[in-house]
């Protein structure tokens, strides 16, 4: 079945600390890949997107994700994490020839920065 | 404000109680999606509408019943909910294709007891 893995449902480190999420999708064919912040009490937002070109995007707030297609991953990455990176964070998937691009979601990692 | 707004925030219902939630964008957006958010589940896709047009029913059953009267206004209707219902509904909108990315909402929390 086509799904979306996330490694870890909770990660606690400390400020300054770097910051990697796993994300793995099970989908054949040609992906479009995001990664969506939530941060406590407020609506889902879009942290950064991969549709095509260099599997290095970068996204809002330092955060920065690697497309391999050998490993059907999109990791999520930050260096040096700050308190106010303390989120739930989504991975989703769509298929290219889905037209009317259904976003599918990973179940979400809870991430906890200590002071 | 994300440009799609929910209301309302917090419900609670009685399992034979009929209500409403209801998402409205005015991003220019043409397709609208509920959402059910559930603790350490997977966001799950209920209902897609495209131009109007629903275009996904994930196997929700029939006590959800989703009404899009028009491409800025998205309604689900609530009847005879059972307490396992209780989460967290997403409304989103984007183009079509969904290529940009998808707006949310703040979510509607649900209660059923």
């Known amino acids: 079945a086509q799904s979306v893995s996330q490694h870890n449902h909770h990660v606690i480190l400390s400020e300054a600390a770097s910051l990697e999420l796993g994300c793995n999708y099970s989908y054949g064919g040609t992906v479009n890949l995001f990664w969506y912040v939530q941060y406590p009490g407020q609506h889902l937002q879009l942290l950064l997107k991969y549709f095509s070109g260099d599997p290095l995007v970068k996204g809002i707030k330092g955060f920065e994700a690697e497309f391999i297609k050998s490993k059907f991953s999109f990791n999520l990455r930050k260096p040096s994490v700050q308190w106010s990176d303390t989120a739930e964070y989504f991975c989703a998937v769509t298929l290219l020839e889905d037209s009317w691009g259904k976003l599918q979601f990973g179940a979400g990692t809870q991430v906890v920065v200590t002071p | ?113």
């Open chain 2, 1 to 113: 404000e994300t440009g799609v707004t929910q209301t309302p925030r917090h419900l609670v219902m009685g399992m034979t109680n009929k209500k409403s939630l209801k998402c409205e964008q005015h991003l220019g957006h043409n397709a609208m999606y509920w959402y059910k958010q559930s603790a350490k589940k997977p966001l799950e896709l209920m209902f897609v509408y495209n131009f109007k047009e629903q275009t996904e029913n994930n196997s929700v059953p029939s006590r959800f019943s989703p009404e899009c009267p028009n491409s800025s206004h998205l309604f689900l209707h609530l009847h005879t909910l059972q307490p396992e219902d209780s989460a967290l509904y997403l409304c989103a909108s984007s183009q079509a294709g969904g290529l940009a990315g998808y707006t949310f909402g703040s979510g509607t929390r649900l209660t059923v007891v």
